[in-house]
């Protein structure tokens, strides 16, 4: 009788199990997501596209693999320019870009890239993070369906690569060069041709002479992309980049979609590869730059200071004119203005008196 309870109550326990085992399976399943991640650079491209792979490889091993990123590389689901209208429109889940190439939905989003005379990645970060800009951003990107986080920096870009020299502002009379964003604007307003073009066309533009010129990032990038063989004036610095942002967009409803703890996983792992990414810019950008010098003969030169002068009236000109969109440009120019001015104040007596100060000529290297 004891026996004949006990196999009778082992059975229906083993039921109870394999009951509670039928509907966990499907659970943990459904529970299961694969993302996809466009992006506007080249397949593997260093630094741009290894740090959006580096950011969809983060959030798959921090999930261990519940939230799985997939990333297609510019061309490979859609075009690059064409990645914020897929997230947008829910084609795609996640884009990895430069928020400046949006420019032509909202004149504001340059302000989460970079503008010309404007914030360098600490300031901007600075900004982002703790400033307002993050929920100014988060005002603009929900109006097309989009929320974006800071993903990565190029820190301070290079003035470019030209086919002549610049010695003055008629140097730039009918240039035409590839240059995008409000950079762009400016170098129109002294009298180039600006244009936009996605990083994998612009050695075809330069070699067949569809352009004069280009700025891409600096020099670990333009290494990458062999510029050298084509052109070898190198101009130093740049005015319209000095610390560009990367973004991560996702789809809002995929992210509203998220649990809170997911959401706060997703954005550590954005902050994470934006301190990665700016660190590996900075670390790879003067061996790159000696590679060009010294191995491929290219002329590293300092634009004119009355050139850069220039280029700034006509700079802070360009900028002011977002604030002439609507109420939300003329909020984010504000917030903007504000703390730039803050920043540069607090930078003449910080790391700009330092780096003045390492300069001097003191010796510090043993022998």
Same mark, same amino acid.
């Given at each position: ?89 829910? /084609? ?28 360098? /990645? ?10 307002? &800009? ?36 008629? !140097? ?27 990083? &994998? ?7 067949? &002479? ?38 991560? &967009? ?11 703890? !997911? ?46 002068? /220039? ?41 700009? /008196? ?14």
């Amino acid at each position: 009788m004891k026996r004949r309870q006990f196999l009778k109550g082992a059975t229906a326990a083993a039921g109870a199990a394999a009951a509670v085992s039928a509907l966990a399976t499907p659970a943990i399943a459904q529970d299961r997501r694969e993302l996809k991640l466009v992006t506007t650079w080249p397949k593997n491209f260093p630094g741009l596209g290894t740090g959006a792979q580096r950011f969809a490889d983060s959030v798959t091993n921090a999930t261990d693999g519940r939230i799985t990123v997939k990333l297609f590389a510019a061309g490979e689901l859609v075009p690059p320019f064409e990645s914020f209208d897929a997230v947008s429109s829910g /084609a795609a889940d996640m884009y990895h870009g430069a928020e400046y190439y949006w420019q032509g939905k909202h004149k504001a989003f340059n302000f989460f890239t970079a503008v010309p005379y404007g914030f360098t /990645a600490n300031e901007i970060d600075a900004w982002i993070y703790h400033g307002g &800009g993050q929920e100014l951003w988060d005002e603009l990107t929900a109006q097309f369906n989009v929320k974006s986080l800071a993903c990565g920096n190029t820190g301070v870009q290079m003035g470019g690569w030209f086919n002549k020299e610049i010695t003055s502002l008629e !140097d730039y009379k009918g240039l035409k060069i590839r240059m995008p964003g409000l950079g762009g604007e400016v170098l129109r307003r002294i009298g180039a041709s600006a244009i936009a073009l996605p990083g &994998g066309e612009i050695f075809p533009s330069l070699q067949s &002479g569809a352009i004069d010129a280009t700025e891409w990032v600096g020099p670990w990038n333009d290494l990458a992309f062999g510029f050298y063989k084509v052109t070898q004036f190198y101009y130093w610095p740049g005015f319209h980049e000095p610390g560009s942002t990367l973004s991560l &967009g996702v789809n809002k409803g995929v992210w509203d979609s998220f649990s809170a703890s !997911d959401q706060a996983l997703i954005s550590a792992c954005a902050a994470a590869e934006n301190n990665k990414s700016f660190a590996e810019f900075n670390a790879r950008n003067n061996d790159a730059l000696n590679t060009l010098i010294n191995e491929h003969g290219v002329q590293l030169r300092q634009m004119p200071n009355d050139v850069l002068n /220039a280029i700034g009236e006509q700079s802070g000109a360009v900028v002011a004119e977002v604030a002439d969109v609507d109420d939300l440009g003329a909020r984010t120019y504000e917030s903007f203005i504000n703390f730039r001015r803050q920043s540069i104040g607090w930078s003449r007596v910080s790391e700009q /008196a330092y780096w003045n100060s390492r300069l001097l000529p003191f010796k510090y290297e043993r022998g």
